[in-house]
T-cell receptor
Framework: GQQLNQSPQSMFIQEGEDVSMNCTSS?????WLWYKQDPGEGPVLLIA?????ELTSNGRLTAQFGITRKDSFLNISASIPSDVGIYFC???????????FGKGTTLSVSS | DGGITQSPKYLFRKEGQNVTLSCEQN?????MYWYRQDPGQGLRLIYY???????QKGDIAEGYSVSREKKESFPLTVTSAQKNPTAFYLC?????????????FGPGTRLLVL
């Protein structure tokens, strides 16, 4: 099945720094979702995007649905230690109902 | 408290044994899903169900089976035909199965082979 290209694969940052990660697809997507997964737990939804160009914030997190409908980014401002985890992008393309996932970005924050 | 529960948290399987992972939701969602997660990989879809008594194969259905006799429950059986079952299994649900529906995940079950 199709997978999304998510980058970077991992990030090591200092507390207080801003973070940016993105996902790209070869096909048009109808939705973009960003999840965070803590070790040994299920992914938790952070932000859902439904329209091209949409920019949505959730606290220190901001995500955008690219205007080409083939990409999305997630920014985290002023990172804190509890931001540590794996961030996944996911979306629905026009082919079917199943969510397609990126391979994740592992974020490490040092204090 | 609405949500998705998965049990057990950890499950051990012996060679040649079938094991069943439980997934229950009280969100009144029509659609439910099973994913497999391997280290460094994204989530891969095993099976999904859009409505009671109906389910479809995902990308990696071989060696797995499911049933959907009740709206709230979508158990996954890992059969002896699945030669590499060690993984983290995640159940999810959504209001419906349309392409704009957001999926919500359970806490996962880690399956280990003895």
């Amino acid at each position: 099945g199709q997978q999304l290209n998510q980058s970077p694969q991992s990030m090591f940052i200092q507390e207080g720094e801003d973070v940016s990660m993105n996902c790209t697809s070869s096909s048009i997507f109808n939705t973009w979702l960003w999840y965070k997964q803590d070790p040994g737990e299920g992914p938790v939804l952070l932000i859902a995007l439904y329209k091209a160009g949409e920019l949505t914030s959730n606290g220190r997190l901001t995500a955008q649905f690219g205007i080409t409908r083939k990409d999305s980014f997630l920014n985290i401002s002023a990172s804190i230690p509890s931001d540590v985890g794996i961030y996944f992008c996911a979306g629905h393309n026009q082919a079917g109902t199943a969510l397609i996932f990126g391979k994740g970005t592992t974020l490490s924050v040092s204090s | 408290d609405g949500g998705i529960t998965q049990s057990p948290k950890y499950l051990f399987r012996k060679e040649g044994q079938n094991v069943t992972l439980s997934c229950e939701q009280n969100l009144n969602h029509d659609a439910m899903y099973w994913y497999r997660q391997d280290p460094g990989q994204g989530l891969r879809l095993i099976y999904y169900s859009q409505i009671v008594n109906d389910f479809q194969k995902g990308d990696i259905a071989e060696g797995y089976s499911v049933s959907r006799e009740k709206k709230e429950s979508f158990p996954l059986t890992v059969t002896s035909a699945q030669k590499n079952p060690t993984a983290f299994y995640l159940c999810a649900s959504s209001i419906g199965a349309k392409s704009v529906e957001t999926q919500y995940f359970g806490p996962g079950t880690r399956l280990l082979v003895l």
